[in-house]
């Protein structure tokens, strides 16, 4: 018997086109068997061969629209503490150099994250993650680097481990080490003790996917992103980069040199990085929510649109935005991406973004059955929608984990592999 039949959508969004654009179906129907797309189609098609009826899971999708469940490829969402304090002071007119330098931004953090016990942590994180999925996000890296020691790296990294045995939303763990300078020390001591301690450390304890650094000036120059991510990829993590964020000191360069699976941010990249980063098969992960946040200029995509381009949230301390659709409304409004790119870098190119390229992000045939169901009636309005949770229902490998727009309980309790 047929588990799922999703049927009547008014646009059921399958993936992208040859195009740079999507390829979608109207009054869309999709079929579902053990976690799997296994058939879409248009609902006449689609409900004569496998009547909704006869499946064990009949849903109607009327005057709704079907998108891949939202891939998120850069976050820190496992943090403790709060900064709301520093929310205020932004909007006083403090910038995020001015609020580092007063003991606040990434340090604040790290104390928090030391401090607080893995228990905790789990339990915060588990909440982040709930929101996200309420979103939309079925897939998120996470990022360590609140830690700056290797115990607490370690520790990081092993609680994201533990939130991918008992959340639905699958993780990508990064190691992030290289995230700031600990207080104490210089970035060339600090960037030999990230190279000489914590990367065997990671190596041996086995999860992490990928190594980043925030080459930026003032943390980490690119002689020492370089060294960091040289070393990284020695003990098999894949490079990625935080790269001209603020200013353009050569990362996204480094990037293309060291074939990285993604550079992100490039508030501050130009048009040569963007050639550069083409050629070497980089993907470039634009954050507009940190523009925002941080009142900062959003980045220039147009360059970059001959390739996939990714979009994530950022989400951290001091950019609290944990709605991927809420990152494609500001990629159309501030960056000037069209509607069908800001979805494509929510879910296909995110997932090139994360080194996924066997349809993640996409709902072909095959490929898991994670959706969103939006009670929209177009793609389009996911992001005209600016700001709004629209989600009606989301499922994971095929199973509810949101429906009416609450996340379902039982199934954020149950190990997933």
């Known amino acids: 018997m047929t588990t799922t039949v999703l049927h009547s959508a008014s646009e059921f969004v399958v993936g992208p086109d040859e195009h740079g654009g999507l390829r979608t179906v109207e009054d869309g129907a999709v079929v579902i068997e053990n976690g799997s797309i296994v058939r879409t189609g248009k609902t006449d098609d689609i ?24 891939v998120d490829p850069h976050t820190h969402a496992l943090f403790a503490g709060d900064r709301s304090d520093e929310f205020v002071a932004r909007t006083q007119g403090k910038s995020y150099t001015e609020i580092a330098n007063e003991g606040g931004g990434i340090a604040a953090t790290v104390e928090s994250v030391r401090e607080a ?6 339990a915060d994180f588990h909440q982040q993650l709930d929101v996200l999925l309420a979103h939309g996000t079925t897939t998120a890296e996470v990022k360590s680097g609140y830690g700056l020691t290797t115990e607490t790296e370690l520790r990081m990294l092993s609680v994201i481990q533990q939130a991918d045995q008992s959340h639905p939303v699958d ?23 990230v190279i000489d301690e914590q990367l065997p450390a990671v190596k041996s304890q086995g999860i992490a996917e990928f190594c980043d650094v925030f080459c930026e000036e003032g943390v980490f120059d ?32 480094l990037a293309a040199e060291l074939e990285a699976v993604s550079a992100d941010h490039l508030l501050a990249a130009t048009e040569e990085d963007a050639v550069k980063l083409t050629e070497a098969g980089v993907v ?22 001959d390739g996939p381009v990714a979009l994530g949230t950022d989400l951290n301390p001091a950019c609290f935005v944990h709605s991927m659709a809420t990152v494609t409304s500001l990629a159309c409004m501030g960056m000037g991406l069209h509607p069908d790119r800001a979805i494509r870098g929510a879910t296909h190119d995110a997932a090139l973004a994360l080194d996924r390229s066997g349809g993640l992000g996409t709902l072909e045939d095959g490929t898991a059955a994670d959706l969103a169901v939006f009670d929209l009636p177009s ?30 309980r039982n199934n954020c309790s149950e190990n997933h592999e």
């Open 117 to 122: 016990g893995d228990e905790e942590l789990l």
């Open 171 to 193: 993780l990508v763990p990064t190691f992030m080490g290289a995230h700031s300078i600990p207080e104490g020390t210089s970035a060339e001591v600090y960037t030999k003790q």
């Open 379 to 408: 793609a389009t309005h996911v992001p005209y929608n600016a700001g709004a949770n629209r989600i009606d229902r989301v499922l994971k490998n095929g199973e509810p984990v949101v429906e009416d727009s609450a996340v379902v």
């Open 284 to 305: 470039p992960t634009f954050l507009p929510a940190t523009a925002l946040a941080l009142g900062e200029a959003y980045a220039d995509p147009s360059a970059f649109l």
């Open 47 to 70: 409900c004569r061969e496998f009547p909704p009826e006869n499946a064990a899971r009949s849903i109607d999708a009327s005057g709704k629209t079907v998108l891949p469940g939202f």
């Open 222 to 253: 690119v002689s020492q992103a370089r060294r960091i991510l040289t070393a990284g990829k020695s003990h098999g993590l894949k490079p990625k980069i935080h790269a001209e964020e603020f200013v353009r000191i050569g990362g996204a360069a």
